[in-house]
């Protein structure tokens, strides 16, 4: 099965430090992955892509992409309580734009 | 600029009615996809079309789903009959040729079926 992991948490981080989100998948020929947040009863929002090796960062986020350990990462610095939500990861199948694969999610608590 | 825009926000019909969920994607986008959220099955892909044309509907559950897209601002899914393992939060997302696949969701559909 071509599946993305996520541990679903509780992930409880004081405010203020950096939260690290972390995510696997299986399938070695997807290219693309993908960061949303998730409030509860919203709609998932996307966050960040990422489709190379290394880091990327936006404002306080970072993706963190290992294609080789088949693993990615979402880190938050300087939490705030209104980071409070379910993470999705997800990725594509590799063969443009598709359909994505999320997992199912990690739920993340910044404590004031 | 308007984002995904669905609707009813909220459905409440009984077993073996007929329902009907409707998505305008994001002008200018060019793929339009069907996600259905449970608690147990995560969010899943359900149906895309690319340019109104359906591109994979394996995802669809079974025969009592089927999903239209006769112009390039509207999309709907039905279902039909109706069951209660049905109820979910149905969302219809959209993304353009030119990006990464960066997909915009709609606010979703809540559906429950009694």
């Known amino acids: 099965q071509k599946e993305v992991e996520q541990n679903s948490g509780p992930l409880s981080v004081p405010e203020g430090a950096i939260a690290s989100l972390n995510c696997t998948y299986s399938?070695?020929?997807?290219?693309?992955f993908f960061w949303y947040r998730q409030y509860s009863g919203k709609s998932p929002e996307l966050i960040m892509f990422?489709?190379?090796?290394g880091d990327k960062e936006d404002g306080r986020f970072t993706a963190q992409l290992n294609k080789a350990s088949q693993y990615v990462s979402l880190l938050i610095r300087d939490s705030q309580p209104s980071d409070s939500a379910t993470y999705l990861c997800?990725?594509?199948?590799?063969?443009?734009?598709?359909?994505?694969?999320f997992g199912k999610g990690t739920h993340l608590i910044i404590q004031p | 600029d308007a984002g995904v825009i669905q609707s009813p926000r909220h459905e409440v019909t009984e077993m073996g009615q007929e329902v009907t969920l409707r998505c305008k994607p994001i002008?200018?986008?060019?793929?339009l996809f069907w996600y259905r959220q449970t608690m147990m099955r995560g969010l899943e892909l359900l149906i895309y079309?690319?340019?109104?044309?359906?591109?994979?509907d394996s995802g669809m559950p079974e025969d009592r789903f089927s999903a239209k897209m006769p112009n390039a601002s509207f999309s709907t899914l039905k279902i039909q009959p109706s069951e209660p393992r049905d109820s979910a939060v149905y969302f219809c997302?959209?993304?353009?040729?030119?990006?990464?696949?960066?997909?915009?969701f709609g606010p979703g559909t809540r559906l429950t079926v009694l």
């Open positions: 997302a959209s993304s353009r040729t030119s990006g990464y696949n960066e997909q915009f």
């Open positions: 399938d070695r020929g997807s290219q693309s």
């Open positions: 990422i489709y190379s090796n």
């Open positions: 997800a990725r594509d199948s590799g063969g443009g734009a598709d359909g994505l694969t």
């Open positions: 002008s200018g986008h060019d793929y």
């Open positions: 079309f690319n340019n109104n044309v359906p591109i994979d």
